[in-house]
Each structure stands twice: as C-alpha cells, then as structure tokens.
C-alpha cells in the first residue's frame, strides 16, 4: 500500500495544535522529527553510546510534522482541508507553516523513520530500546523494547520522558495502573516492568491497541497489562494507586471530574501533553476537583502535573 506523507515544517511552539489539526482530518499516524531531541540527549554522558553521530549536526529549530493517509483516501480534499484550517486558526495565521505532500510505500515508511530513533536512558533506570537495534543492558537497567509503527510514543517526546520519570519515582511493587491515551503503550510498559500488579491501557485508536498488544508481547509483560479501546475512563473499573494520561489539555481537563470515581485516597495523577500557556488551565481543574498539585515540572515547551487525591 502506498500512503501520502503530508509533512508541515513549523516550530516546537505550534506541535500540539497541528497535530491536534492533523488527527482532526483522519491521520492514521503521526511522525515528528525535532532537532532538539537529538542535541539533548547528546549533552548527556550517559547517551553518547546511542547517538548516531550524523544526526547531531542539525542546523534548525524547527520541526517537522509528518502525517500519514492511505492513497485510497480523498487526499485533495484532504490536503485542503488540512491547509484551510491552518490558514483560518487565528493562533497560526501568522505563522503559516509549510505544507507539503510525498507519496511513500510501505518499505520507505516503515524504514526512513528509524535512523532518527536509538536506545535512550531515562531516567535512572528505565532504556527505551527500539525493536531493531542492538544494546546490551548495564546493571540496574530496565529495558522497555518498542516498536512504535503508526501509533504515537516513541520514547524521545518531552511528555514521555516526563512521564516516564516520574512513573519511576512513584510506581510500587503490587500497584494497580491506568495508562489513559496508551499509544505505543509505552508508559503500560514501563510501569509493570516498575513493579505494578495490573495496568490497563485505553485508547480510542484500532491502530494504537494493536500497536501497544505487540510490544507488550515483545516485553513479556502479557500477564500484567490488558489493553481497552475506549474513551479515557468510560471503559475501567475499580480504582487505580496511579493514574498516567499524556495527551492534551483539554482532554486532561474533561477527564479530571471523572478522576476520583477511578484512583485511590492518596493516588497519584501524572499527566502531560500540556504546553506551557495551559498548565493553569489543568491546575485549576485540578484544584477544583480536589486534588492536591504536588509538582508542575516543564521539559521545553511542555509540561508535567503531579497531583495528589487528598
């Protein structure tokens, strides 16, 4: 099958809404290069052994955004649509970011991505390790091996990696976990390989739970996570020790009233996908819901609540 790639150069400030664009109009996956992944993690000592060096020398701040349809689609309309929202957005009429659309097979897909994609460390513990590449663990290590495919979390976002680390931090032998917004089920992983009793991951996307059912497969960790499609919480019972959602503002907004009918007195909240100008917006939520923020902590342009069910 060949898919159109629709890939839009804008700046890290403008990501989350044109992706939020692109989803709008029935993007089946999404890719996003961004040279600042790259160059923090070759600041880091302990990521110099999994940095291709050819990929350090990047010359720009942008990003690129790169969208994928199936060539059955109406792709004219498609493109139309996706620029006519992007013209008319009152936020990004100034930036107008630049669109172009290639056609790409399955082979070029599943291939061109991953030269951008290595093992990283989060964290103290925790090696985000692609499906392909070879690494031998330190001691201490736990290696989460990913295959992302078409579906969101590759490791290397500032939301992941802020997840990630705090998941590290508040995760405990025999904890019950939900993993709202799964993705590649990567933050699923993670928390059993941490020590969780159960994780159940929801996500509203086919393509997501097939995605994450593989790579927990991958990583051995069957008997702990069970996968839901659903709407964040419409589809879990009983109540979680911790709660994950990286997604986007708003949608953590809507959720948060549903929050204390699913997590424990004194569970913890983590969530990201929040970008800087709308961390109040989740704060207050939070506050009026009842919950106890007990850290805000930025990556970037993008930002980690912490929250406490009081």
Known sequence: MNWAEVQIKTTPKYEELISSILYDVGATGLAIEDPRDILELSQSPESWAFIDPDLINVESDDIVIKAYFSEAEDLDYIVQEIKYKIRNNPILKEAQPEVTVTMVDDEDFAQNWKKYYKPTKIGERIVIKPTWEAYTPEEGDILVELDPGMAFGTGTHETTILCTEALERYVKQGDIVYDIGCGSGILSIVAAKLGAEKVV??????????????????????????????????????????????????????????????????????????????????????????????????????ALILAKND
């Open 201 to 302: 991951g929801v996500d509203l996307d086919e393509v997501c739970i097939k995605v994450s059912n593989e790579n927990i497969i991958i990583n051995q960790v069957e008997d702990i996570i069970e996968v839901k499609k659903g709407n964040l919480l419409d589809v879990v019972e009983g109540k979680a020790n911790i709660i994950v959602s990286n997604i986007i503002a708003e949608i953590i907004v809507e959720m948060i009233g549903d929050l204390k009918s699913h997590l424990e007195d004194k569970g913890i909240f983590i969530t990201s996908g929040i970008i800087e100008e709308k961390i109040p917006m989740v704060e207050k939520a939070l506050l009026e819901n009842g919950f106890k923020i007990l850290e805000t902590k930025q990556k970037n342009e993008w």
